[in-house]
């Protein structure tokens, strides 16, 4: 255990010390500022404050939708659960979160994760691979660590970087939310709708939530990438094919679920948990456990093939 934490904090360094790593971190947390001014100066106006009078005139517009013979099922559903999330806020006081708020910042400010999936796709792509094209992976193999130990203390150190990203994203954007739109509001509670039943959620655990859902697929990503690294030795095709995967798998997947049962099984079909909370899932009939199930089985056989791989691969001196 002690000569692999060494190996970790070996490649810790290696990261910590790359200009390319320094780099990441330095763009996430300009793009993060960056689109919090464009929150605060660009956009609609700040919201009026009779919220009760908005919330009964949409009201009115869903019973109008839900009277329409032609809505979808699905869409009549969602439907009836926005119809019964705002009769709960008028009947308890409970006034919406606003985009224009530290805490509807911080939210918002979770779509820019997909940028560190990139940055992931990079350090996955090529933690390992790096070292074949540069040779320094006989400086590694010489070593008297074994072979299995090297490979989880370069996946460990990727995949621990990546969490870091994730927690500088969620400090520097409640910072930016917090000092553009003030720290107010922050005890307004999230209302969750599941079957019908509405529960209040404290807002701050309902976005480590958010967040912590985004983190499936950011492991997913890593994995992926780092074994494309792995088997392939080539830092650039892992990270050219997992970011073409990132960018367009998700919407051929969401076409696929739409036309044949058997995309459920597809990974890009499972690793947005958060449609079993504000959505439908893409295939009828599939559910989080299943979801999980099929992630566990991508994991375990991607993480697999990197290790079976690495372990019998010939090093030409």
């Given at each position: ?107 918002g400010a979770s779509g820019l994760i997909f940028l560190i999936s990139l940055f992931a796709i990079v350090m996955g792509g090529g933690i390992v691979a790096n070292e074949f094209s540069g040779g320094t992976i006989k400086l590694l193999l010489i070593r008297p660590s074994k072979r299995w130990k090297i490979l989880i203390s370069k996946y460990i150190s990727v995949l621990g ?157």
């Open positions: 255990m002690h000569n692999i934490i060494n190996l970790i904090r070996n490649e810790n360094m290696k990261l910590s010390h790359s200009i390319s790593t320094r780099i990441m971190i330095g763009i996430l947390v300009i793009s993060t500022v960056a689109f919090g001014f464009l929150f605060r100066f660009v956009g609609n106006e700040a919201p009026k404050s009779d919220w009760k009078a908005d919330i009964t005139i949409q009201n009115q517009t869903i019973k109008k939708d839900l009277a329409n013979p032609k809505a979808s099922k699905e869409g009549k559903d969602k439907l009836e659960k926005d119809l019964q999330t705002n009769e709960y806020r008028l009947k308890h006081d409970i006034q919406p979160i606003q985009d224009k708020s530290v805490l509807g910042f911080v939210e970087y990546t969490l870091f990203m994730l927690l500088i994203l969620l400090v520097v954007s409640f910072l930016v939310g917090g000092t553009l739109f003030s720290f107010k509001g922050a005890d307004s509670p999230f209302l969750a709708n599941v079957s019908g039943k509405i529960t209040e959620v404290n807002m701050i655990a309902h976005i480590l939530v958010v967040y912590g859902l985004k983190c499936i697929s950011l492991v997913m990503m890593v994995t992926l990438a780092f074994m494309i690294s792995t088997v392939f030795s080539n830092s650039s095709m892992a990270i050219g094919i997992g970011v073409f995967l990132l960018t367009t798998a998700p919407l051929v997947t969401q076409q696929l679920c739409g036309k044949f049962n058997w995309a459920k099984y597809i990974l890009f079909a499972n690793t947005n948990l958060d449609q079993y909370i504000t959505k439908q899932p893409l295939v009828e009939g599939m559910t989080m456990n299943f979801s999980i199930t099929v992630l566990i089985a991508y994991f375990i056989i991607f993480n697999v093939i990197a290790y079976a791989v690495f372990i019998k691969r010939d090093i030409v001196a």
